[in-house]
C-alpha cells in the first residue's frame, strides 16, 4: 500500500477518534439511556450507538469502499478481510464508562487486505492516544513507546486478567491459572479490553489474557502490540483470526512462551 494513502486514512481517523472522544467528555455528565444486551449485566447506552454511527458516516463519506465490522450494528456485515477494513469499538468498557464516568476507550484497528496498518486506542477522559502505523512504531500521545522488556522474570510481572476465571470455570483450568496468579507479582483487571492492550504495550502492565474477546475489543491492541515487539496469541498459543471472537493473550515473547506452556489449558 502507498505510504500516503495510509498515512491520510491515520489522520482522518486519528481526527474523528479525537473528536468522537470530546464529545463524550463533553456530554459526561448528561442523562445516559442504558439498555442491556445478552445479560443484565452486559450494558450499552445511546453513547455507544451515536458514537459507532459517527464513525460509520465519516468513514462511508471519505472511503465509500471501506467496509466496517463493529460492535453495535452500524457497520457492514463482514465475512472476509478484502480491501480496506476498520474494526471499531466505539466504547470499549461501556460498564466503566455508564458506572465511573471513566477508564474506557475508542478502539479502531484498520487491515488492508488482512494485514493490520494502523492501530488508535483512545482512552477518552485522559486525553491519551495510543497509535501505531504499520512498521512505524507505536507512540502514546507523541511520544514513541519503547520495545517492550524481555528480561523480566514471570515474578516481577504483573498480569492483566478477569479474577473471574480463576474460579471454578467451564473454559480453562483454573488450578493452574491460580497457580499463575500465585506465581506473578500482581494481577490487575482495567475493564477495557483495548486499555489493558495498551498499558501491556506501554509497559505498566506486563501481559494480558483474556478467556473471551471479540474483534473489535483486540483488532487495534494486537497491532499496537506488534510495534513494540509484542505477541497476540488465543490463550493457548495458537494464532488468532481477526474477524472471529477469540481467547487472546498478548504479551513479550518471552514470557508468552513460559506462560502459555506452563499455565494455560484450555478445557475441551
Ligand atoms: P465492551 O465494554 O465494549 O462491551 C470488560 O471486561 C471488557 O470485556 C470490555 O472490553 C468489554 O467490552 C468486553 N466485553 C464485555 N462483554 C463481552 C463479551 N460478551 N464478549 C467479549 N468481550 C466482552
Ligand atoms: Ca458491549
Ligand atoms: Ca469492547
Ligand atoms: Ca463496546
Not at 138 to 151: E, H, S
Not at 206 to 226: F, K, N, R, T
Not at 245 to 263: A, G, K, P, Q
Request: with cysteine; charged share 25%; net charge negative.
Amino acid at each position: 500500500m502507498k505510504d500516503q494513502l495510509r498515512q491520510d486514512i491515520y489522520n482522518h481517523a486519528k481526527n474523528w477518534i479525537l473528536e468522537a472522544g470530546k464529545h463524550l467528555r463533553d456530554v459526561i455528565d448528561e442523562p445516559l439511556y442504558i439498555d442491556t444486551k445478552s445479560n443484565p449485566n452486559d450494558l450499552v447506552t445511546q453513547m455507544d450507538r451515536e458514537t459507532e454511527q459517527f464513525f460509520t458516516k465519516h468513514i462511508k463519506e471519505t472511503y465509500p469502499d471501506h467496509r466496517i465490522l463493529s460492535e453495535e450494528g452500524f457497520g457492514d456485515d463482514v465475512t472476509s478481510l478484502e480491501g480496506f477494513v476498520w474494526i471499531i469499538d466505539p466504547i470499549d468498557g461501556t460498564m466503566n464508562f455508564v458506572h465511573q464516568k471513566k477508564h474506557f476507550a475508542i478502539s479502531i484497528g484498520i487491515y488492508h487486505e488482512g494485514i493490520g496498518q494502523i492501530g488508535l486506542i483512545y482512552n477518552v477522559m485522559e486525553d491519551i492516544l495510543y497509535s501505531s502505523i504499520k512498521g512505524q512504531g507505536a507512540y502514546k500521545n507523541n511520544k514513541r513507546l519503547p520495545k517492550l522488556d524481555t528480561n523480566l522474570t514471570l515474578e516481577e510481572s504483573i498480569l492483566v486478567l478477569n479474577s473471574f476465571w480463576a474460579c471454578e470455570n467451564s473454559r480453562i483450568n483454573e488450578t493452574k491459572i491460580q497457580q499463575l496468579i500465585k506465581k506473578v507479582r500482581g494481577t490487575r483487571s482495567y475493564g477495557s479490553a483495548a486499555l489493558e492492550f495498551a498499558y501491556v504495550a506501554e509497559g505498566i502492565a506486563d501481559g494480558y489474557l483474556s478467556m473471551q474477546l471479540a474483534p473489535w475489543d483486540y483488532a487495534a491492541g494486537v497491532l499496537i502490540m506488534d510495534e513494540v515487539g509484542g505477541i497476540t496469541t488465543k490463550a493457548d498459543g495458537a494464532p488468532i483470526d481477526i474477524l472471529h471472537d477469540s481467547t487472546i493473550f498478548s504479551c513479550n515473547r518471552e514470557l508468552h512462551d513460559e506462560i502459555t506452556v506452563n499455565y494455560v489449558e484450555l478445557k475441551q
